[in-house]
């Protein structure tokens, strides 16, 4: 994992246009299940966004860790994480943005997740 996080940061390291741009990002879900606590998820990225003929293409490399109710940051579980993807425009009607997203577990099963949105505008 080292060695992909190091291929990362190199290429994230060159910019090739000018609207490309590189970004450091923490995220922080919530999780409640009829209304009482259960899980946080957290995680700090890497990213970089590149504009190709139309297309917003972005990957980001991070860490993160799971915590579920009544353990205190840094007991929870581990995890590498990555997410890659595009979002376009067809027609200036219609938006399209795909997702991919792993969360790479050090004690569990590895989470993937494949998120593909549209809206149609009229």
Do not use: C, P, W
């Amino acid at each position: 994992m080292k060695k992909l996080l190091l291929i990362g940061l190199a290429t994230f390291a060159y910019d090739i246009y000018a609207s490309d741009y590189n970004y450091i990002a923490s995220e922080h879900e919530l999780k409640f299940k009829n209304g009482a606590y259960e899980q946080t998820e957290q995680r700090v990225v890497i990213g970089r966004n590149i504009t190709l003929d139309g297309y917003q293409v972005f990957g980001e490399i991070g860490f993160g860790e799971d915590i579920t109710e009544g353990q205190s940051i840094g007991s929870g579980s581990d995890y590498d994480y990555y997410k890659v993807g595009f979002e376009t425009k067809y027609f200036d009607s219609l938006d399209l943005e795909v997702q991919f997203e792993s969360k790479l577990n050090s004690s569990a099963k590895d989470n993937n997740q494949l998120k593909i949105n549209t809206k149609y505008k009229f």
